[in-house]
Antibody
């Protein structure tokens, strides 16, 4: 059974860089686009962007200037970096294969 | 604001039928997917494509689309259906995924 297992730092200070990684366990990284999605406390879901095994990316225009996604096919992993974070970036971050497979979520809090 | 529009909250009496709607231009060309999310949990896909339920989703959940509006219908709502429901679709005009703001369903 394919699972997404994600990890990364949960507490950041303003201006730091958020960094999360997601491993595709029990399945292939190739042949799909892999997304990052976030959910601020008490709010809806926001798609951040996606990457495929070749490194092709699509980003949400509202976050594009601060987002970097990368992938490692040898490790079946993909990663998210979000630069210059502020309190507004506080959210649960999910990795996902749209639409049917989601990671467990990582709460990232930005606070001084 | 969200690219897809959902009512923030809907309620239904136990055993009755409820429809949750989602509006947006992307729905004219792409089917909506619907997710159920309970507190502290990741979203769970309940409907995708032209009314397809993933394995394990009860058949009381169904989906439909008309024009720019997608609907999720729960026929005979159960207490365990109380949750937030999110719609999403592909927006191929800008090559991205879009979500609605979510609907909180209360089963009375």
């Amino acid at each position: 059974q394919v699972q997404l297992l994600q990890w990364g730092a949960g507490l950041l200070k303003p201006s730091e860089t958020l960094s999360l990684t997601c491993t595709v366990s029990g399945g292939s990284f190739n042949g799909y686009y892999w997304s990052w999605i976030r959910q601020p406390p008490g709010k809806g879901l926001e798609w951040i962007g996606e990457i495929d095994h070749s490194g092709d990316t699509n980003y949400n225009p509202s976050l594009k200037s601060r987002v970097i996604m990368s992938g490692d096919t040898s490790k079946n992993q993909f990663s998210l970096k979000l630069t210059s974070v502020t309190a507004a970036d506080t959210a649960v971050y999910y990795c996902a294969k749209m639409t049917d497979l989601w990671g467990q979520g990582t709460l990232v809090t930005v606070s001084s | 604001s969200s690219d897809l529009t959902q009512d923030p909250a809907v309620s239904v009496a136990l055993g009755q039928t409820v429809r949750i709607t989602c509006q947006g231009d992307s729905l004219r060309t792409h089917y909506a997917s619907w997710y159920q999310q309970k507190p502290g949990q990741a979203p769970r896909l309940v409907i995708f494509g032209q009314n397809i339920r993933p394995s394990g989703i009860p058949d009381r959940f169904s989906g439909s689309t008309s024009g720019n509006t997608a609907s999720l219908t729960i026929t005979g709502a159960q207490a365990e259906d109380e949750a937030d429901y999110h719609c999403n679709s592909r927006d191929s005009s800008v090559n991205r995924w879009v979500f609605g703001g979510g609907t909180k369903l209360t089963v009375l």
